[in-house]
């Protein structure tokens, strides 16, 4: 099955800069690549995802870019802010699959 | 529209009582997810329904959990006995058809077994 790993679990940075969390996939068939951000007591939702027929996505101060040829993508936060402190996981899946395997997750902390 | 909404939100119970989770997906949404969420395991799916019908309970842990989706707007997932081990979040989300859609998680059943 699919293998998603994450890196860094955790990452702090100061208000304003920008924050960069990369994942890895083991299943070429994955095609699907979602993010989600979880904040504290509440459930996962969806901020951005990609399908593997575009490299890049941009919405306002997030972006995800993948590598299919390396079998990894990227969560890009630019001038971050304190509201985005929260944990980030990313996630694959073959789009014909429901099943979305998960990394383990980035606690992101964004210092005043 | 009110979410995916999860009952009760915190449940505390004792080594061997019967514990049920409750689920109401996004009205319209045909396919329905439960996960389980520690810390050492990550998110765990546990069973996928679609039109109501299990598609895959591959990763319900042992034969003391059960779930069940009698009609399209309700769902619940349910540990008899439950164990310390047990102890964990869990979500349900819900998605618009079968594959690759967004998932749309409820805000979870915190559940402490002592």
């Known amino acids: 099955g699919e293998n998603v790993e994450q890196h860094p679990s955790t990452l702090s940075v100061q208000e304003g800069d920008s924050a960069v969390i990369k994942c890895t996939y083991s299943d070429s068939a994955s095609n699907y690549f979602p993010w989600y951000k979880q904040e504290l007591g509440k459930g996962p939702q969806l901020i951005i995802d990609i399908r593997s027929n575009v490299g890049e996505k941009k919405d306002q101060r997030i972006a995800v870019t993948l590598n299919k040829t390396a079998k990894h993508f990227s969560l890009h936060i630019t001038e971050t802010q304190p509201e985005d402190s929260a944990v980030y996981f990313c996630a694959a899946s073959p789009s014909n699959d429901y099943k979305l395997s998960f990394g383990a997750g980035t606690t992101v902390t964004v210092r005043a | 529209d009110a979410g995916v909404i999860q009952s009760p939100r915190h449940e505390v119970t004792e080594m061997g009582q019967e514990v049920t989770l409750r689920c109401k997906p996004i009205s319209g949404h045909n396919s329905l997810f439960w996960y389980r969420q520690t810390m050492m395991r990550g998110l765990e799916l546990l069973i996928y329904?679609?039109?109501?019908?299990?598609?895959?309970d591959s990763g319900m842990p042992e034969d003391r959990f059960s779930a069940k989706m009698p009609n399209a707007s309700f769902s619940t997932l349910k540990i008899q006995p439950s164990e310390p081990r047990d102890s964990a979040v869990y979500f349900c989300?819900?998605?618009?058809?079968?594959?690759?859609?967004?998932?749309?998680f409820g805000p979870g059943t915190r559940l402490t077994v002592l």
């Open positions: 329904f679609n039109n109501n019908v299990p598609i895959d």
């Open positions: 989300a819900s998605s618009l058809g079968r594959t690759g859609n967004e998932q749309f």
